[in-house]
Structure formats: structure tokens, C-alpha cells
């Protein structure tokens, strides 16, 4: 919302306060000004100029010789190039030395021979937008009205001497979408008065009921419509005044009439709507629902195809409006308008803003009537209307109002104890202090029986509860008066919980190894919730869902992120490391709700290195990802606790993918995605990975001891163990580890082998032991000894040294 401060003065009075320091008020109270604007920009020495003469340069077609009187003794020769310019004109001039927007100087020139003092301007070179300006004069500059005197400011003629206050509204502050309501807000906050409009007007001693007759055959979206008729107007241009305001607020300036109707949305937060009578042609308006099918023309040319939930007025025959959205071109006023229709009306938001998503057509009315507009301005609206008509456009007001009016205007009332006001703040303000705030906003407030009884404005919708009062007297009261306080309890130094801190180190961990975060909607299909599900439970479905493919909560985080990866990959990003914790819902808790459980996902395709100027590349693979999983286990102080079986799973490769226990539990799951997975999703060799995270997060952890670095130096043993192919290296790690006394301190395995001299159904696994002792260098007889534990072990276990 635009709200200029000159406009605004004339409803409250801010006089004592910079346009800063009220913004900066305006801003405490809880609106937010997100720029305060000065419209102009700087300039100076722009002055009327009136134009006594034009001839042709005599070495340039499109350039004008003009003689201008700008007040001074003698005419002054400009030269101008605007195709509209003419002799006897009232223009705005740019004098030698004036400054312009966007750091423009002028100064005395030469153009092809001829001396040029100063420039002629358009409104565009005074820093006005150009969807701003007026049709008219969008090619050209700008004439000023026959009686500007030349040599005055025309910067003040033009209204230009303002400052606009650009407010950030929220969508719950329909009410400060008017300049009324904006004044409402600066009185409050300044314990003022709001001067409202006199509204007085002669009405002619025709009815308006006798040319016009009226039928709603909706009450329910359209409980009240009124109409105001105004015959013998003039349409002209809008006085300067006028299309100042309207262009501060944002709307260019067409006639007068039209830019009544604008004038009142901006003051009273109103649509209105000019209907040509004579182009109704029927004396009539219906308004009712569109049929299937129908078709009408808008006023910006575009022939509309209309549906049942459309609602439409008409002229009893055709369709004349789309309610509350825009009007047709068929009767919209012109020039050759003599009698108009003045449409002030309450369409319910939720039609209206149904009616503008279906046209893909969003309007000022439509923004303000899908917010909600004031009931008890809609009548006030369509007199304001009739008054202006009367005094810019010669028009003479029929008697009465042909109306159609069910709209309840009942004020919302809200009851609420000032204990209660001070529970929810924190602290203690005083009965007196509310009622004096509840009466700067001008509600209507009656303390009784220990409450407070407010009947809430209706130009207020969105006051509707308890909580909202609250926060009007917080906002008036001031949101830097409210006390700052720690927490009532022991521990008042905040932090992370446990899981917490273990969560962001899995984000680090996964960041540091190189994975970007995903972030991956929680609903899927019927048919992939429970796809790669680690544990699978009755699924919950929505009861409206948008559409099939968001329609079930998911029970596994893969089928998303294996969405994101082939999005990546479609788009030519062939290297994609992801990862994402979320929830997954398992069936129901013993309230009926969702049962969440947080898991961490994994999902790798392309290559893991790629360094051209050593000529290393390597794809992405099982042990990748399983190095990936064991970072996060040692960071967490898991290891130990830690193992990988060989695992079937459907949708995953059936030889390479393990489950991952944690203290003998399964707890997720690492592979390939299966060929025909991958076929499916347009991708090659994919790794994901899945794990149970709160589980893995809630176990219990040894305390971390630390060793000093080994003064002594450790011996290495290595061991080729000739073993079935089915045999897990892991098993025999672990049957290692057990045989091995307290000197063995490390097993890794080093070497994988399969191929000649060695059977056909075998494989040779290599192991490196490391044996230390912090305390001595050990002797190669206690090492010996160790090892021969070791080598028994794997003979009763059937693993055939080479």
C-alpha cells in the first residue's frame, strides 16, 4: 500500500512528526514501512512554463524552435522535441541549473545552431513511472491546466512536494489497504482524531428507482449491491489534485469518472464500478452466476470463457462485470458518457478470489474484496461517489439508493479478562492503559465484572479472538516496553539438547564429506509410500488430497530423493551427491496421529573424484557409500557397535546391498539402486543409502577416553585367508578381533582377490593385524604368541591360511 503523507494529512493531523520519525512509529506499531519516499527526488528549479510560440528548426524535422514565458522579464528559447508540443501550451520546464532524476543537470545548449535555456518535460523525466502516466501524454510531455501561472513551483502544482510511506501489509491488515484506515492507525498511535469526509450532494427530483431496477439472485456471495445513479456528467480529464493522488497510490489517471472510483478505493478501501447506463441498454442489472460456457469481453480487451462458480452482473441479458474482479468492455465509460451507474456492492472474498485464479486476472478490487473490505462502508462508498461525481463531472444524482442489502453488519465482540492480556505479555499493564489504547483504536470497550467487553469495528475483520487483542494493546502499547526476562527455572542458560548437538554433527559430516541437503516433500503417492520403507505400517492417506502423486504421508525418504537426483541428471548435473533428514509416518500413535521417526537419507550417482591435472577419476560405488556411513559412526562413537550384513531388498541390486546393524538391530540400509530402477529414473550406477537416525542418535555412547600417543613402536602381521565366496569378510574381521589378547590393537582388510590359483568357489582375503603395547616394546615372541591365538581361531573356523 502507497500512502501519501499529503493525501493523509487530510484525515489526521501528524503535522509535529518528519515523514522518518512517523514511519519509524508506524513501523513499532507493527506495520511495517518499507520505504519512505520522497517524490521529488531532489529536484529543483522546475517551474510553468507557457508556451507563446513554435516554429520548425530550421536543420532538424522532429525539433520545435519554442518561445516560453517561465515569469521572467523576457521569453526564454527552448528547444523541444516532444511531438505534442504547441504554442499557447502550460508545460512544465527545467530550467539552466535545475536538477532531475537519476542525476540530470541542465544546462544552457546548442541544438544543430539554435540556443537552447532549459528543457520542456515529460512526466516520465520528473522520475514518474510510465505506467503511471496518463495515455495522453505517455508520448510526450505533459500540459498543465490553462490557468497555471508561469514562474510557480511546478513541482507543488503537480503535488510532487510529498512524501509516500510504502507499508508492507500483512494479510490480516485488509483494514490499512485504505487511506481511511491507514489514518484510523496513525490516530491510534498518535491519540488523534480522524477527520472523516462530509459527505453532502443536491439530489435531483428524479428517483433513481424509476430508470434503474435491481435483482441479486445470489445473497449468500453477494449480499449486498448497490447502485447510485448520476445523469448529465461531463467526462474530462480528472483534476490535478486527483490524478496526483492516484498516481502517488499507484494507479495512472484515465477520466474523471473512472478516477473517482479509484479515488475511493484508495480512501475508503471500497471497489467501485462506472457503468455507461445508456450501453446497459436495458435499465436493468441482474446479478447472478455465470452459465457453463459463457463468454464476455473485459475491459482489457481479452475475451474470457466463464464457469458456473463464476459470478457475473448483467444487464439482465448479457454479462456487463465479473464481480468484484473487472468490469466489461461493452458498457465502460467513455467519452460519449452522459449517465452512469455507480456499482458499490459486498462480494464474498472466497468467490472472488476463486472467480480471479479460474481468469488468471488480478485486480485492486479483487485483492481487496479476497481480503475482506468494511461492510459498513460499502453504502458510504457509493455516496462519496455520488458527491464527487456532482462537484468533478457536472452530474446531477438521482434520488435514492436501488439497492439489495442482507449483509450482516453486526461488530464482532470479543470478551477477555486484562488478566489474561497480562498472562500472554509478561507483564503488568494497567486497566486504565488497555481501555485508553482500545479507544485510541476506537473500539468499543466496556469494563465489567473484572473483563473487558469490545465490540470490535467491522472495518477490523481481523480482530476475531482473545489473542487479537492481546496484540493490539501490545503493538499500541509498544513491543519495546514489554520486559526482557530469562526463563522461570534453574537452567536459564539455553542450548542444544543432546540430539540436537548429534544432529548438526551429521550435517557436518555429510557436508564435509562433500553431499549437498535436500529437502524433499513429506506426502507421495499410494503406490511409492512404502517403497524402500525400512519398516513398513499402515499408511495415512489425506482425505483431500491436491493430487495422486502428493496424496500418502511417506514411510522412507528414498523415492524423493532419487526423484531429486534424476532431476539433476535430466539437466545435464551428472555428478550428484545428496542427502536429507526428515520424518517418516508409521502408522498411528495411541492419540491417532502419525507416528513420525526421523530417518537420514543418501543418494550418489557420477563420479566422487574427478582430477584432471592428475588424471585421477573415480566413479561412485558401494564402498563409498559405506565410507560415508562409517565416518558418521566414528564421529558418533559407534564403530564398535556397528555392522554390515549382506541384505536383499526389493529395489535394490541383490549383490550389492547390506543391511547396517547397530548393537545386533537392524537400523538401515546401504546399495545399489537395481538396474531397473535406475532404467526407470534415467540413471546410471546409483548408491542410497537409509538409516533410522533417532535410534542411531539415542544410542547409548562409551564415554570418550583419550591415549596418549604411543611412546613404543607397534608390529604388523599380515594374513591371506583363503575363504568361501560367500563368506563375509566382516565375520572373520570379528572372529579376529576376538581371538586377538590386548596387545592386538587394529584389523583392516587390505586385499580382495579372486581369480588364478585360487578355486573357483574361493576368494583370498588379506588382513593387516597391528599389535602394540603403550607401555613397552613388545618382543617378537609376545607378538608370535598373540598371533598363533589368531591363526587357531581361523583354522577352527574353517579359513585356510595361504
Known amino acids: 500500500m502507497l500512502v501519501s503523507l499529503k493525501w493523509l494529512s487530510q484525515y489526521v493531523d501528524f503535522s509535529n512528526l518528519a515523514p522518518a520519525e512517523l514511519a519509524e512509529k508506524i513501523t513499532r506499531s507493527g506495520i511495517e514501512v518499507d520505504a519512505v519516499i520522497d517524490r521529488s527526488q531532489g529536484m529543483t528549479n522546475v517551474v510553468v512554463g507557457h508556451v507563446v510560440s513554435k516554429e520548425k528548426h530550421p536543420e532538424a524535422d522532429k525539433l520545435n524552435i519554442c518561445q516560453v514565458d517561465v515569469g521572467e522579464e523576457s521569453l526564454q528559447q527552448i528547444i523541444c522535441g516532444a511531438p505534442n508540443v504547441d504554442a499557447g501550451q502550460k508545460v512544465i520546464v527545467a530550467r539552466p541549473g535545475a536538477h532531475l532524476p537519476g542525476g540530470i543537470k541542465i544546462k544552457k545548449a546548442k541544438l544543430r545552431g539554435q540556443e537552447s535555456n532549459g528543457m520542456i518535460c515529460s512526466l516520465q523525466e520528473l522520475g514518474i513511472e510510465g505506467r503511471l502516466v496518463p495515455k495522453a501524454y505517455a508520448e510526450g510531455i505533459y500540459v498543465l491546466p490553462e490557468d497555471s501561472v508561469p514562474g510557480t513551483d511546478a513541482l507543488e502544482l503537480l503535488g510532487l512536494r510529498d512524501t509516500v510511506l510504502e507499508l508492507g501489509l500483512t494479510a490480516n491488515r485488509s483494514d490499512a489497504m485504505s487511506m481511511l484506515g491507514v489514518a484510523y492507525e496513525v490516530a491510534a498511535i498518535l491519540d488523534t482524531d480522524v477527520k472523516l469526509p462530509e459527505i453532502t450532494y443536491a439530489v435531483s427530483n428524479e428517483k433513481a428507482a424509476d430508470v434503474l431496477q435491481l435483482e441479486v439472485q445470489d445473497t449468500t456471495l453477494n449480499p449486498l449491491y448497490a447502485a447510485k445513479v448520476v445523469k448529465n456528467i461531463q467526462v474530462t480529464e480528472s483534476p490535478l489534485w486527483l490524478q496526483h493522488y492516484l498516481m502517488a497510490g499507484g494507479i495512472r489517471p484515465h477520466n474523471n469518472v473512472v478516477d473517482i472510483t479509484n479515488y475511493i478505493l484508495l480512501e475508503y478501501g471500497q471497489p467501485l464500478h462506472a457503468f455507461d447506463y445508456n450501453q446497459l441498454g436495458t435499465g436493468k442489472i441482474v446479478t447472478r452466476p455465470a452459465q457453463a460456457g459463457e463468454k464476455m469481453t473485459t475491459l482489457d480487451e481479452v475475451e474470457r470463457t466463464l464457469q458456473p462458480h463464476n459470478y457475473l452482473i448483467t444487464n439482465g441479458e448479457v454479462a456487463e462485470a465479473v464481480a468484484g474482479v473487472m468490469g466489461g468492455a461493452k458498457s465502460e465509460v467513455s467519452d460519449a458518457t452522459t449517465t452512469v451507474v455507480i456499482e458499490s456492492a459486498y462480494f464474498t472474498g472466497s468467490s472472488v478470489r476463486r472467480t480471479s485464479k479460474d481468469l488468471g486476472l488480478r485486480s485492486d478490487s479483487s485483492a481487496r474484496f479476497e481480503k475482506g473490505v468494511d461492510p459498513n462502508r460499502v453504502l458510504l462508498a457509493a455516496e462519496r461517489a455520488a458527491q464527487l461525481l456532482a462537484e468533478l463531472a457536472g452530474g446531477e444524482v438521482l434520488e435514492g439508493t436501488v439497492s439489495v442489502d442482507e449483509l450482516d453488519k453486526t461488530p464482532t465482540r470479543v470478551v477477555v479478562s486484562p488478566d489474561f492480556i497480562n498472562a500472554r505479555l509478561g507483564m503488568k499493564i494497567s486497566l486504565e492503559d488497555m481501555i485508553s489504547i482500545l479507544n485510541r483504536l476506537q473500539f468499543g470497550v466496556d469494563a465489567a465484572n473484572g473483563v473487558l467487553i469490545i465490540d470490535v469495528p467491522t472495518r477490523r475483520g481481523d480482530i476475531t479472538i482473545e489473542e487479537d487483542i492481546v496484540e493490539e494493546i501490545a503493538r499500541l502499547y509498544g513491543y519495546d516496553e514489554i520486559p526482557m526476562t530469562l526463563p ?315
Do not use: C
Open 488 to 802: 522461570a527455572s534453574g537452567e536459564q542458560v539455553g542450548g542444544l539438547t543432546p540430539y540436537q548437538a548429534k544432529r548438526r554433527i551429521v550435517r557436518n559430516v555429510m557436508e564435509g564429506a562433500g553431499l549437498y541437503q535436500a529437502v524433499t516433500y513429506s506426502l507421495t503417492s499410494a503406490e511409492d509410500a512404502q517403497k524402500f520403507a525400512l519398516q513398513k505400517e499402515e499408511t495415512t492417506k489425506l482425505l483431500m488430497p491436491m493430487s495422486e502423486e502428493h496424496s500418502t504421508l511417506r514411510q522412507s525418504l528414498l523415492p524423493h530423493l532419487i526423484d531429486a537426483v534424476s532431476h539433476n541428471v535430466a539437466r545435464q548435473v551428472n555428478d550428484v551427491a545428496l542427502y536429507e533428514i526428515g520424518s517418516v509416518f508409521l502408522g498411528k500413535t495411541a492419540e491417532g496421529l502419525p507416528h513420525e521417526e526421523e530417518h537420514l537419507a543418501v543418494a550418489l550417482t557420477g563420479r566422487w573424484t574427478d582430477n584432471a591435472w592428475q588424471g585421477e577419476k573415480k566413479a561412485v560405488d558401494f564402498f563409498v557409500a559405506k565410507g560415508i556411513v562409517e565416518a558418521l559412526f566414528a564421529k558418533l562413537g559407534l564403530t564398535a557397535a556397528v555392522r554390515y550384513e549382506k541384505a536383499v531388498v526389493e529395489g535394490l541390486h541383490p549383490g550389492r546391498t547390506a543391511h547396517i546393524l547397530l548393537n545386533g538391530e537392524v537400523m538401515g540400509v546401504i546399495g545399489q539402486l537395481h538396474p531397473a530402477e535406475q532404467k526407470k529414473s534415467d540413471l546410471k550406477e546409483t548408491y542410497v543409502v537409509e538409516m533410522k537416525l533417532a535410534a542411531i542418535l539415542n544410542a547409548e555412547v562409551e564415554e570418550l577416553v583419550y591415549s596418549p600417543v604411543p611412546r613404543f613402536p607397534s608390529i604388523t602381521r599380515d594374513i591371506a585367508l583363503e575363504l568361501g565366496r560367500a563368506t563375509a569378510a566382516g565375520d572373520i574381521e570379528a572372529i579376529i578381533r576376538a581371538a586377538g589378547t590386548k596387545l592386538l590393537k587394529n584389523v583392516k582388510v587390505f586385499d580382495v582377490y579372486e581369480g588364478e590359483k585360487v578355486a573357483a568357489d574361493k576368494k583370498s582375503v588379506a588382513f593387516s593385524l597391528t599389535y602394540f603395547d603403550a607401555e613397552r616394546t613388545l618382543t617378537d615372541e609376545e607378538v608370535v604368541a598373540a598371533h598363533n591365538k589368531v591363526l587357531k581361531a581361523l583354522a577352527e573356523a574353517g579359513a585356510e591360511v595361504r
